[in-house]
């Protein structure tokens, strides 16, 4: 019920649900990021739908965020071995 008053609101000129749900969340995906060491726009997009969001409201979400000054990280490579160069050219011999 936490949004029922901002649900009854919406469309009014001075209420955007998907801003509000970007306002709670902002404290909660930085907290993912600390705890994770990085948070992509796939940790978010699997977060809301496990809650029902929609692509659109995933979208809008996320936009709020970024103007909310919330950059989205890229997922981290793996690290590969010293020496994979190596075997890479040993390979294409």
């Keep these: 019920m936490k949004y029922l008053k901002t649900f ?3 469309g009014k000129i001075d209420s ?3 801003e509000d749900i970007a306002k709670d969340m902002l ?3 930085k907290q993912f990021r600390a705890e994770k060491g990085y948070y992509t726009v ?3 997009e699997k977060y809301m739908k496990e809650r029902g969001a929609d692509d659109i409201m995933v979208s809008s ?3 709020y965020l970024v103007s909310m000054c919330f950059d989205f990280d890229n997922e981290p490579e793996e690290e590969l071995p010293e ?3 190596d ?6 011999k």
């Design 83 to 85: 020496g994979w160069e």
């Design 8 to 10: 009854e609101a919406y």
């Design 87 to 92: 075997e890479i050219k040993l390979i294409h």
């Design 42 to 44: 796939e940790d978010l």
């Design 16 to 18: 955007d649900i998907h």
């Design 61 to 63: 979400v996320m936009s």
């Design 27 to 29: 404290p909660r995906v």
